[in-house]
């Protein structure tokens, strides 16, 4: 342990910042990786100074496309964030945290309830491959509105009858008066794998003693 070898470094591709930055960075700190530079420079990539691996700092959605090409050898992401861009990626371990569902809600006021009664309905969402593959699924026809963030916001500005997103506490839609009529997916933090090279990853994971749960 705790050697550096050379040339074979393992990148791995966590959230640079935002919600599951910390303990993307603690799955590393708590067992035992310490990084030179950690917080102390601008730079995106993190050497590590006990370990033969460098920390990349992306935008959690851009992690799928770096694992998939073989640019990270491994990755930290939501399985929202995953499952929505719909690549076959390995998932070695559920890591417990960044748990949320990606659910449906609408106004209070409202009277849909279940998926039909979206038909012809405005959804305003940050997942439209999820929610296009939910509604074909049931044979509804919506109109998807697809907007990058904060879409608790829509309804009442007239944007959109219903709202597709994250919620974890459920605050957000309540602050909204919106409430969830029902869930499309559960998602945690998991830890995914390229499909390129093997070997240095096998002793990555049995130096970090990462167990495959999945
Ligand atoms: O900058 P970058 O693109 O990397 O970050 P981001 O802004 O896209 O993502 P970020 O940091 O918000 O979330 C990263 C990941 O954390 C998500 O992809 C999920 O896997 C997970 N996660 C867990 C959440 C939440 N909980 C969450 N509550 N992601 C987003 N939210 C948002 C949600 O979109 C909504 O606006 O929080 C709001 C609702 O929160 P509550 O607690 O009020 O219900
Ligand atoms: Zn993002």
Redesign the pocket.
Do not use: W
């Given at each position: 342990m705790h050697l550096i070898y050379t040339p074979e470094r393992q990148r791995i591709a966590i959230?640079?910042?935002?919600?599951?930055q910390k303990a993307s960075m603690d799955f590393f700190t708590s067992r035992g990786v310490t990084f030179a530079q950690n917080g102390g420079s601008k730079s995106l990539i993190y050497p590590s100074d006990n370990f033969d691996i460098d920390l990349l700092l992306l935008?959690?959605?851009d992690i799928p496309e770096y694992v998939r090409r073989g640019v990270a050898d491994f990755g930290i992401v939501?399985e929202?964030?995953l499952a929505e861009k719909g690549f076959d990626l390995s998932v070695i371990s559920k890591l417990h945290f960044?748990?949320?569902k990606l659910l449906v809600a609408v106004p209070r006021s409202s009277r849909m309830r279940t998926p039909e009664d979206l038909e012809g309905k405005r959804i305003a969402t940050s997942y439209p491959k999820l929610l296009t593959d939910f509604l074909k699924e049931r044979g509804v026809e919506a109109s998807i509105v697809p907007i990058s963030?904060?879409t608790?916001i829509t309804p009442e500005l007239d944007l959109a009858d219903a709202i597709c997103?994250?919620?974890?506490?459920?605050?957000?839609?309540q602050a909204h008066d919106l409430v969830p009529i029902f869930d499309i997916m559960e998602?945690q933090?998991v830890l995914v794998e390229s499909p390129v090279g093997k070997q240095a990853k096998q002793r990555f994971l049995s130096e970090l003693r990462i167990e495959k749960n999945v």
């Amino acid at each position: 342990m705790h050697l550096i070898y050379t040339p074979e470094r393992q990148r791995i591709a966590i959230q640079k910042s935002g919600r599951l930055q910390k303990a993307s960075m603690d799955f590393f700190t708590s067992r035992g990786v310490t990084f030179a530079q950690n917080g102390g420079s601008k730079s995106l990539i993190y050497p590590s100074d006990n370990f033969d691996i460098d920390l990349l700092l992306l935008r959690d959605d851009d992690i799928p496309e770096y694992v998939r090409r073989g640019v990270a050898d491994f990755g930290i992401v939501g399985e929202n964030v995953l499952a929505e861009k719909g690549f076959d990626l390995s998932v070695i371990s559920k890591l417990h945290f960044g748990r949320c569902k990606l659910l449906v809600a609408v106004p209070r006021s409202s009277r849909m309830r279940t998926p039909e009664d979206l038909e012809g309905k405005r959804i305003a969402t940050s997942y439209p491959k999820l929610l296009t593959d939910f509604l074909k699924e049931r044979g509804v026809e919506a109109s998807i509105v697809p907007i990058s963030g904060s879409t608790e916001i829509t309804p009442e500005l007239d944007l959109a009858d219903a709202i597709c997103d994250i919620v974890q506490t459920g605050a957000t839609l309540q602050a909204h008066d919106l409430v969830p009529i029902f869930d499309i997916m559960e998602s945690q933090a998991v830890l995914v794998e390229s499909p390129v090279g093997k070997q240095a990853k096998q002793r990555f994971l049995s130096e970090l003693r990462i167990e495959k749960n999945v």
